[in-house]
């Protein structure tokens, strides 16, 4: 290459590169807005420290105190939306300074809006040391109005644990009670299937996306209980993959607590998951799980509108 050519060479693909770099940072954007209703990443960390601190404190002082100020509306474990409850592992509550008709009552078996077992699902995620859950659950800020709540919990010790949780007033939460009817039908039509057909031949139709149960972008998914992945009709390639692991973007792990929901018999939980009727954006999603012989379970699920 000539001299003279050289600078304008260089210009050239400093341009490119600005470009490049304008184009990225565009995208990240765009998801970011995507999904930030759905997110409580700013919040996570701090939430996850509040619950952390209170578990040193239940440790450092003991569980009678800890108890008392956990209970205290005005005491160091409330902090505007952030408040400390406490749960021994059998679904008791023992502590909740804004339900204090609570304390003593047994909330193993309750429902939220949507049919999940709130309470269930927290013991389950504790019983493994800690982890995050959906439900929903009156706002005190918003008239106690029901909304999407993103709890975490820790174990204190094997008797008992702790919890908080962040609101996602934003995001849209409420599933129709024919919706979900309609959701359980679908999916127990799929279980009388397999227990009729069989397993293989009943994957080879939940996996054919023009199959009897692909119906308007409603689809059947199947795992086993290590978490192997038997049936994703529009997610073809994690077919055969464990996926116990996975976490949805605020950390909640729900291959895990579909296996939990499963092993019980069956049952609802949400978890953020791509939408194929929307291009796989991460939509919120109440899914039904059931198990089929004790070996693999199945479910299907419904997508928030917004």
Request: charged share 20%; hydrophobic share 40%; proline share 3%.
């Amino acid at each position: 290459m000539s001299n003279w050519n050289k600078p304008l060479a260089i210009v050239l693909l400093l341009s490119a590169l600005v470009l490049v770099t304008q184009l990225v940072l565009a995208e990240d954007v765009s998801m970011g807005e995507a999904n930030q209703s759905l997110s409580a990443s700013p919040n996570i960390t701090e939430l996850v420290t509040f619950v952390e601190s209170a578990v040193t404190y239940a440790q450092e002082n003991g569980k009678d105190m800890a108890l008392m100020e956990f209970n205290n509306e005005t005491g160091s474990f409330v902090d505007g939306e952030l408040y400390i409850y406490a749960f021994d592992f059998n679904g008791t509550c023992i502590a909740h300074p804004f339900e204090s008709d609570w304390i003593g009552e047994n909330k193993f078996n309750e429902i939220d809006s949507n049919g999940i077992l709130a309470t269930r699902n927290m013991i389950n995620a504790a019983r493994g040391g800690k982890g995050f859950s959906y439900f929903i659950f009156p706002n005190p800020a918003h008239d106690n109005k029901d909304e999407l709540k993103l709890g975490y919990v820790m174990k204190v010790d094997d008797n008992w644990w702790l919890g908080s949780g962040l609101y996602l007033s934003d995001t849209s939460a409420s599933f129709d009670q024919s919706e979900r009817e309609e959701l359980v039908a679908y999916v127990d039509e799929a279980l009388q299937f397999a227990k009729d057909n069989g397993k293989e031949k009943s994957l080879e139709v939940f996996n054919d996306p023009a199959g009897n149960f692909t119906r308007n972008g409603r689809y059947i998914f199947a795992y086993d209980y290590e978490g192997q992945t038997l049936a994703l009709t529009f997610q073809p390639e994690l077919i055969g993959m464990g996926r116990i692991d996975v976490q949805d973007p605020n950390g909640v792990y729900f291959i895990r607590q579909m296996i939990d929901v499963a092993e019980a018999g069956n049952g609802f939980l949400c978890y953020i998951y791509p939408d194929p009727s929307r291009n796989m954006t991460q939509v919120l999603k109440l899914s039904y799980a059931a198990d089929v012989d004790g070996t693999w379970f199945l479910g299907s699920g419904i997508y928030s509108e917004g």
